[in-house]
Every structure is written in C-alpha cells, then in structure tokens.
C-alpha cells in the first residue's frame, strides 16, 4: 500500500492534482501505440498560460499556485473520462485525446 501511494505521488503533480510531465509521456506513447494498432485517431491539445511569469512576479506565488490549480481542476471537470489531461511543466499543460471505440455490429 506504501507503494502503491508512493508511485501515485510519483507520477500525480501536488498543485494541480493532474500526471505530471513523465506520466503524461508514458501515456501518450501508450495512447498513440492503441491508436496505430486499432486504426483510430488521436489529439493532443497543448496549453500554455501566456505572461504566467509576470502573474507571478506581480502577484506571488500564491497567486499563480492557484491559478495553476484552478486550471487542472477545470481541465479535469471538462476531458471525458478516457481523456488524460496533465501538467507537462511550470505553466503548460497537455490533454491527450485518444477517438473513442469504433461499434461494432
């Protein structure tokens, strides 16, 4: 249990509460791994905070933390569930979009 708690936080950013930029590559390598074998299409949607410094700067860090947070709490209330939204570093962040389950009849 130690473990497993200790990989979460490993691979979870602290403010954001969103996978940090090595838990987002291992899952992008994934995602684009079932695309090309399933023959589906993939997204990536990069976004990044423009004159986050100057927040910063003006502001505090506290004021950045938690705009920082605020934003992975939106991203999370707005991906589907098989979306992985993620902090990819200070003020960018990446949501992978994998195209869902062709149906078949």
């Known amino acids: 249990m130690r473990y497993r708690l200790a990989a979460r936080k490993a691979d979870i950013d602290g ?3 969103l996978p ?3 838990a987002f ?3 992008l390598a994934a995602e684009v791994a079932r695309a090309r074998r399933y023959d589906r299409k993939i997204a ?3 976004v990044d905070v423009d004159n986050f410094k100057q927040i910063n700067d003006r502001s ?3 004021l950045g933390d938690s705009i920082l947070a605020e934003l992975g709490a939106r991203l999370m209330g ?3 569930l098989a979306d992985v939204p ?3 570093g200070g003020d960018e962040f990446a ?3 994998p195209s869902p389950r062709r149906l078949t009849r």
Do not use: W, Y
Request: proline share 0%.
């Open 15 to 17: 403010l954001t509460q």
């Open 20 to 22: 940090h930029n090595t």
């Open 25 to 27: 590559r291992e899952a």
């Open 44 to 46: 990536l949607l990069v």
């Open 60 to 62: 505090g860090h506290l």
């Open 78 to 80: 707005l991906v589907r």
């Open 86 to 88: 993620c902090r990819i």
């Open 95 to 97: 949501v992978i979009l």
